[in-house]
């Protein structure tokens, strides 16, 4: 009669024992939380913790950066032009807008009215403004004097993109010509970026000088190493397992429990230390990537800087004369003009509110254009005597007082635009 009561009592004491020993690993738990993450931690804190990573890409959780940033992030590898940017996409984009191309504003134009005339603009980041801009309106109606275009309805496939330098003026327009594009006029303005950016942006790299700028950073993002895209897949993985501890060890009732958190924080730095050692891997591999042929191109040596801005001008006149040549093909009139800049002895008169905007004293392209402007002017006489109707607009802004340059490397706001379109478009009628 008396063994039923003394069951339950070593029951009792059990349960006492038991939950005494849970309570006192719980305490040792927290005390060992709070010990090494240095802070007052609650079951409500690591909870958090947890929500916040089961919730953040896979890419976030590695701990390297795997996305482009700045203009990198904008402008996407393209196989023949180098590349192209992609913003602003609308959601209503048409097969045939440029801009499903990479280029634009405009469409891809394959055949045109009686009464139209595909204009087609060239060039790197002051073409690309210059179409967009009242510059555009000031060459056409200017050029509109002509009787040849009177009444006429202009159609524009601009193709400018900032950073844009020769050869790849003329792969756009074979890229575009074999897709059937149709042009009337091809307007290719360009010469700043020819000299400067080939040594800032390539061979201060240790990249060919005519690969599109900054080649070798572009090439990193495509992980085109085989061993570099195996560790990303290992990166990822571990990165998915982070996630799937945070999630398992927050469960309804797992979450209160200090003793599951330490488990899942000793579990979530053996995989964090993972990811590390394979995040190292990575960055090491992509150091020796950056030396490779698909990143650097061509090895060439140059005797000093007044030969490279000599072959740097070469590749400017061979490009143009080709561009001339497939005009020639296809029945186009092709026009190369040399744009200005503020970093030309002479060529403009400023006050002292405009060089506070346009020029910079240590502009990194301007040294470039101190450079390679005088070659490019004299080069452009080889131009005019093989018949290419090359217009040299270094002068262009030289008699105005009023603000033309809106920034320190070579853009023009809407009066420097609307004053070169006017001259494009008077110069053009001078040869009629």
């Not at 409500?44 to 940033?69: F, G, N, W």
């Not at 196989?79 to 280029?103: A, K, S, W």
């Not at 060919?208 to 990822?236: G, K, T």
């Not at 346009?358 to 002017?377: R, S, T, W």
């Amino acid at each position: 009669m008396n063994s039923t009561p003394f069951s339950w009592l070593k029951y009792g004491q059990l349960i006492g024992l038991l939950f005494g020993v849970l309570l006192l690993v719980e305490l040792l738990s927290w005390t060992g939380l709070c010990v090494v993450e240095k802070a007052w931690i609650t079951p409500k804190k690591l909870s958090d913790e947890r929500k916040e990573m089961h919730k953040a890409s896979l890419e976030q959780l590695a701990t390297i950066q795997q996305e482009p940033v700045g203009m990198f992030a904008r402008e996407y590898v393209h196989p023949y032009v180098g590349f192209v940017e992609r913003t602003n996409i609308p959601e209503d984009m048409q097969e045939n807008d440029l801009i499903n191309y990479g280029f634009g504003p405009g469409a891809l134009i394959r055949k045109a009215e009686e009464n139209e005339v595909v204009v087609g603009i060239f060039g790197g980041s002051v073409a690309y403004y210059f179409a967009q801009s009242d510059g555009l309106h000031a060459f056409w109606n200017e050029l509109q004097k002509d009787p040849k275009y009177a009444g006429k309805t202009l159609r524009l496939m601009a193709t400018g993109t900032p950073g844009f330098k020769q050869p790849q003026q003329l792969m756009t327009l074979n890229y575009l010509l074999s897709l059937g594009a149709h042009f009337d006029i091809i307007i290719n303005i360009d010469g700043f970026n020819e000299v400067a950016l080939p040594k800032a942006d390539n061979i201060n790299r240790g990249v060919f000088a005519f690969f599109p700028r900054e080649w070798q950073r572009r090439v990193e993002y495509l992980d085109l190493d085989p061993e570099m895209r195996l560790i990303s897949y290992r990166i990822l993985n571990q990165s998915e397992r982070r996630q799937w501890l945070a999630q398992i060890f927050d469960g309804p009732v797992i979450r209160k429990s200090m003793t599951a958190s330490l488990v899942w924080k000793v579990l979530d730095t053996g995989t964090r230390w993972q990811l590390r050692r394979s995040t190292q891997a990575y960055l090491s591999l992509k150091g020796l990537s950056h030396h490779s042929y698909a990143a650097t191109g061509p090895s060439e040596k140059y005797a000093d800087d007044d030969a490279l801005y000599d072959e740097m001008v070469a590749v400017w006149i061979r490009s143009s004369e080709l561009m001339q040549n497939i005009a020639d093909g296809i029945g186009a009139l092709y026009i190369h003009v040399l744009q200005p800049n503020q970093y030309l002895r002479d060529s403009k008169l400023m006050s002292e509110a405009e060089k506070a905007v346009a020029m910079q004293e240590n502009q990194p392209y301007a040294q470039a254009a101190l450079l390679g402007y005088p070659k490019l002017i004299n080069a452009g006489n080889q131009l005019r005597g093989e018949g290419i109707r090359y217009y040299d607009m270094t002068m262009v802004f030289q008699s105005t007082k009023d603000q033309t340059y809106k920034d320190s490397c070579c853009h023009y706001n809407e009066l420097g635009n609307t004053i070169l379109g006017e001259a494009i478009g008077r110069a053009m009628r001078a040869e009629r």
